[in-house]
């Protein structure tokens, strides 16, 4: 089972970076490696999602599940597809001139080979997809380094 963390101070606040990750319908519009992603149940602090992603020669589709506590913290598991384990927990801490956004990642394939395989090719997926979502706010959000208010501002 392999582990991934990255985190990383960013110029929007809490709830810009929440609203962005809670949005997993747009993944595949600018997440490297998400090709699909459609929820399938929701409420208002969890919902179900069927996605898609391809990294390298691998290929998978998995079920997920995502509770939402905004704005600070959201948790994603999932399985399926030659998933054994695949938890993602975003964290948005306020501060003074943004957030610190906070991802862990743990991820354990059903096969050693895709294990070993996926664990070489996702080295650096924690850092990339941080970083996806920083650029994604500075297109979606149109005065980055200007905090809007809770809220408000939606992509």
Known sequence: MARYHAERPVPFSADQMFDLVADVERYP???PWWTAA?????TPTLYHTTQSMGLGPVHLTFASETHLRRPERIHVTATGGGVRTLVLTWQFTPRPQGCLTRLDMTLEMTSPALDLLVGRLSREAARTLVEAFERRARAVYPRHGRLARPGLTRP
């Open 29 to 31: 519009e600018f997440v």
């Open 38 to 42: 459609r929820v399938t149940h929701t």
